[in-house]
């Protein structure tokens, strides 16, 4: 079973700055991003990264002001967030994805509160 451990949320005023950082307790996870559940509605994408390549994917809210980017000799996903808003508040959650025969396997972290005030 992956562990994945968060830390990096807090409270900041709009227009300022987070980094979130996100350790797994092992490799051999094909991509690590993060999602968030902001209140009262579902849980969405926000970005994600594949260690084979590098690459990196953006939901279309968070792109130019969301970086992330990857330390893997630490197995460590960082997600710095700029230009924060409002509508950014939300619980954001590490995600790990395995890849195996059968399919995927997800695994989350605890989640980080973000709160952005106007």
């Known amino acids: 079973q992956v562990q994945l451990v968060e830390s990096g949320g807090g409270l900041v005023q709009a227009g300022g700055s987070l980094r979130l950082s996100c350790a797994a307790s092992e490799r051999a996870l094909y991509t690590m991003g993060w999602f968030r559940q902001p209140p009262g509605k579902e849980r969405e994408f926000v970005a994600a990264?594949?260690?084979?390549?590098?690459?990196?994917a953006y939901a279309d809210s968070v792109k130019g002001r969301f970086t992330i980017s990857g330390d893997n000799a630490k197995n460590t996903v960082y997600l710095q967030m700029n230009s924060l808003k409002p509508e950014d508040t939300a619980v954001y959650y590490c995600?790990?994805?395995?890849?195996?025969?059968?399919?995927?396997?997800?695994?989350w972290g605890q989640g980080t509160q973000v709160t952005v005030s106007s």
């Open positions: 995600n790990g994805r395995r890849i195996t025969r059968e399919g995927q396997i997800d695994y």
């Open positions: 990264i594949r260690w084979s390549t590098g690459s990196a």
